[in-house]
């Protein structure tokens, strides 16, 4: 914690901390990528999104540590396919619930039974169940838990959903017990239509384009509207895939790949926001 940190009110602290920290990790990826070069966000996009047995903030941290590993996963995951970690094998170090961190380990760090691609995609990226009831699921978690009204609404036909703070007091003594933002969807998409609309709709709030959060998301506001939407493109594309969906995401991102739009893209909010959805909604 800095000294200008340590001056401020709790809550505007920790989000300070938040906002340093993320900053960090994002200077860290670009740091490990080729001089000159545009980050391969597709690429690693598509690395996350293709391995379900891990959460996507951990597999951006398998990534910092090895630029483009493919598979990485816990030594009983690969147990599972006859193969076994090299006892000289650097771990690839990742956080865990209850625990500081827990070690994770590359295809290449392995030995043991013959593999092909087919196995390991089959084995690491089975897509997450879309059980029954997964919106109101999510609905009522992101309510409960991040005080966010997700609504089911018949809106016009050119509009798949929105998303907007509510004003809060910001005297009151007290913290604000009921909604401190609203997300619509268009209730007359199909089902599927509604999830993806939703992941984008939330992602802007995890992202904290419309504020944040205490602890659980820092305030964030890119001023470039193509920045703001390559993130919340991105996480819809990372969650879809994910549940085995195939958004429109890919050539949407491609349009924004621009290297004034890259510049001011925070990788590990994109991380943290898709990993939030999909914690809530499985």
């Not at 493919?70 to 147990?79: G, N």
């Not at 170090?93 to 961190?101: G, K, M, Q």
């Not at 305030?219 to 920045?227: E, H, I, K």
């Amino acid at each position: 914690m800095t000294a200008l940190q340590a001056e401020l009110p709790l809550e505007e602290g920790i989000d300070a901390i938040l906002r340093d920290t993320a900053d960090r990790i994002d200077e860290l990826y670009r740091a490990a990528s080729e001089p000159g070069a545009r980050p391969p966000w597709i690429d690693l996009f598509n690395r996350i999104a293709g391995q379900t047995h891990m959460a996507p903030f951990n597999l951006m941290l398998a990534d910092l540590q090895r630029p483009g590993a493919r598979y990485v996963a816990f030594p009983q995951k690969w147990r599972e396919i006859g193969r076994t970690v090299k006892p000289a094998a650097i771990p690839i170090v990742v956080l865990w619930p209850f625990c500081p961190v827990r070690c994770a380990y590359e295809l290449s760090d392995t030995t043991g039974d013959a593999y092909d691609d087919a196995l390991l995609d089959r084995v690491f990226g089975e897509p997450v169940p879309m059980r029954d009831g997964l919106i109101d699921r999510l609905a009522r978690r992101a309510l409960k838990e991040d005080r966010i009204d997700i609504r089911k609404v018949s809106l016009a036909s050119g509009l798949a959903g929105d998303a907007w703070a509510i004003d809060v007091d910001q005297n009151a003594k007290v913290k604000p017990t009921g909604p401190g933002w609203v997300v619509r969807v268009n209730s007359n998409l199909n089902e599927s239509a509604q999830f993806t609309t939703l992941i984008h709709e939330l992602a802007h709030v995890y992202l904290g384009h419309l504020g944040g959060n205490g602890k659980k998301w820092p305030n964030r506001r890119p001023d470039g509207l193509d920045v703001r939407e390559f993130e919340a493109e991105a996480v819809t594309f990372i969650v879809g895939k994910r549940f085995g969906l195939n958004p429109n995401s890919a050539e949407y991102l491609n349009g924004y790949l621009k290297d004034e739009t890259i510049k001011h893209v925070s990788h590990s909010a994109i991380a943290r926001a898709a990993g939030r959805i999909e914690q809530h909604a499985r």
